[in-house]
Structures are given as structure tokens and as C-alpha cells.
């Protein structure tokens, strides 16, 4: 990948540009971070995902300074912890996550995840304050259900453009995939290499082989020919490139056919704050 940030498509959706490529961030502390974050935005990623869990917001600021990059050129997603989903925490909490990135506005604020002991009317209009007070320029949500996706609508008149949902091709998303397209939100997956699970894989690793690349690499390229964002991690500078280089093949209608049936019950990797709770659809 070389440093052309305008390579990378972008997914639009309520009036946001969201690259299709993200850098994901969580678990990665310290300079570990730093350097990763700002390697890959001279490579040319256009967008990096924190949250204020991953306690790296410092480190992801430092990365976005020492790159050299110009802040409207890389999209910045944080999100905030459900206990802090109180209107007053809200702000607050969004107040700290700039203070630590050092940055005057990110570019997307999600709610990580729901929390069931807060009303989400509360919650959803501390959160459009917030963007309306300028912190903030777009609100989105994070591993909500159909259900709650539905819920979320009818409770905030303010555009929220996005789910980011646990999605890889070991998962069956579809139900919440066609929610967020029919209400016009973009979906972007975490996890879009199964946590790594993705490179060792039968399947993905023969197909990549068909086109000379890696599972990990088939694993992306299934999603964002979906025009589903993903966020791929990696500690390992020289990883950063195999997964950015997912924008120059195509996979067939047969190999997306075969990549979707790997989805199986127990594919879910991960559990939310509130285990068991996250699947109220
Ligand atoms: N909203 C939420 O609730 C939520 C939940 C989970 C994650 N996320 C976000 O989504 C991001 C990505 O998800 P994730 O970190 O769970 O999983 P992931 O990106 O699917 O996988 C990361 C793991 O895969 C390895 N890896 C990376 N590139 C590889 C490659 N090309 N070949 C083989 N292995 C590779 C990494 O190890 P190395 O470091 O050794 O490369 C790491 O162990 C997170 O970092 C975070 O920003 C959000």
C-alpha cells in the first residue's frame, strides 16, 4: 500500500464518508501503539478505531501527531463505556476521550455497547448533544441487535450512521446487515479476521491462493466487497501492509457463496459486558 490515503473507498452513509479500511486498536498499549498507529497511517490507512476501554487514546494520539498526517485526513472512531451512558457521565466521558486523544472533535462517537440498565432514550439525546456542541461529528452505536438498532431510531431524530458489529465470515450477520442497509447505516466489522482465526482456515486459505494472497486477506476482501467496513488489529508493523492490500482482486460470486456458508452457531467470538444479554433479537 503506498500513502495514498484517497485510494481507499469510503462508504457513505447519513451525510459520513467512512473509509473502508480502518486500523484497529484494541490491546495494543504503550509505544507498541503508538508506532503501530503511526506506521499505519503513513502507509495510508485513512482511519483508526479506539475506545476509551482500550485505555490507548494517549498512545493513539501520539501515533496520529507522529505520522505527520493531516487531522481531515484520517477518520478517528472512539466509543464510550456503558457506565458512562448517564446523560451527565456522557459528556464527561466524551470530554476525557479528547482530552486524551488530544484532538478538538473526533470523527465518529459510538455507544459501545447497549446498556440494558439505562434508558436508551437518555442516553441517545446526551449523545446528540454532545455532537451538536461540536465534540463529535457523527454518533453511531455499537453491537446493537435488530431490536435495538429499531429502538435507537425511534428514540433520537439525530443520524446515527453506523453499527459496528462482530462480523467475519465464521459468523451469519445477515439479519443485522439488513437492518442497517435498509435504514441506510453503515456496518463495520470488528474482529474481520476471526481475532487471526481467519489465516489458518482451509477455505480462505485455498481461495487466497487462487489470487495470491493470505486467509486474512480473503477474510477482509469478503466484507468490504460487501461495502462492510472492517477494522483489522495487528501489533506487527509488516502486517499492516498484507492487510491493506485488499483492494486490488476480486473474489466470484462462487468464492463469496463458499465464504458465507463457513458461517456456523458458536462462531461468535466475543461476549459484551452484559453476557448472554447482547442477543435480544
Ligand atoms: N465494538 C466492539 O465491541 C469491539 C469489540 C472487539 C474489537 N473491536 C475493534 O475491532 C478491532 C479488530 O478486532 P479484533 O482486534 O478483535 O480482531 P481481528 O482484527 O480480527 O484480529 C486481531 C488478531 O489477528 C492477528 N492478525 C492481524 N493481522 C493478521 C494477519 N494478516 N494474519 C494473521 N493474523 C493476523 C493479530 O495478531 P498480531 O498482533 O500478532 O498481528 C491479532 O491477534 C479491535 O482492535 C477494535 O478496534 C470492537
Not at 465518529?108 to 437518555?122: G, M, Q, R, V, Y
Request: with cysteine.
Amino acid at each position: 500500500m503506498n500513502a495514498n490515503r484517497e485510494a481507499v473507498p469510503t462508504v457513505e452513509a447519513k451525510g459520513a464518508r467512512i473509509p473502508l479500511l480502518g486500523l484497529g486498536t484494541s490491546y495494543l498499549r504503550g509505544r507498541v501503539c503508538a508506532r503501530v498507529v503511526e506506521q499505519a497511517l503513513r502507509l495510508g490507512y485513512p482511519h483508526v478505531d479506539t475506545a476509551e476501554m482500550y485505555d490507548n487514546e494517549r498512545e493513539v494520539g501520539e501515533g496520529l501527531r507522529g505520522s505527520g498526517v493531516k487531522r481531515n485526513e484520517v477518520f478517528v472512531t472512539t466509543k464510550i463505556w456503558p457506565s458512562h451512558f448517564a446523560p451527565r457521565e456522557l459528556e464527561r466521558a466524551a470530554r476525557d476521550c479528547l482530552v486524551r486523544l488530544r484532538l478538538s472533535e473526533v470523527d465518529l462517537l459510538l455507544l459501545h455497547w447497549p446498556n440494558p440498565n439505562i434508558p436508551l432514550a437518555d442516553t441517545l439525546a446526551a449523545l446528540a448533544k454532545v455532537k451538536r456542541d461540536g465534540l463529535t461529528r457523527h454518533i453511531g452505536v455499537s453491537n446493537f441487535t435488530v431490536a435495538l438498532i429499531e429502538e435507537a431510531l425511534q428514540a433520537t431524530s439525530e443520524p446515527l450512521v453506523c453499527d459496528q458489529v462482530e462480523c467475519h465470515p465464521f459468523l451469519d450477520q445477515s439479519k443485522v446487515i439488513a437492518a442497517c442497509r435498509q435504514h441506510g447505516m453503515a456496518v463495520i466489522a470488528y474482529s474481520p479476521i476471526a481475532k487471526g482465526g481467519a489465516r489458518n482456515d482451509e477455505v480462505l486459505m485455498r481461495i487466497g491462493a487462487a489470487h495470491g494472497k493470505t486467509g486474512a486477506q480473503v477474510s477482509l476482501r469478503f466484507l468490504v466487497q460487501q461495502n462492510i467496513v472492517v477494522i483489522p488489529r495487528t501489533s506487527k508493523v509488516e502486517r499492516l501492509s498484507e492487510n491493506a492490500a485488499i483492494f486490488d482482486f476480486s473474489l466470484s460470486e462462487t468464492e463469496m457463496a463458499e465464504i458465507s456458508a463457513l458461517a456456523h452457531r458458536g462462531g461468535r467470538l466475543i461476549d459484551g459486558p452484559f453476557p448472554g444479554r447482547q442477543q435480544w433479537d
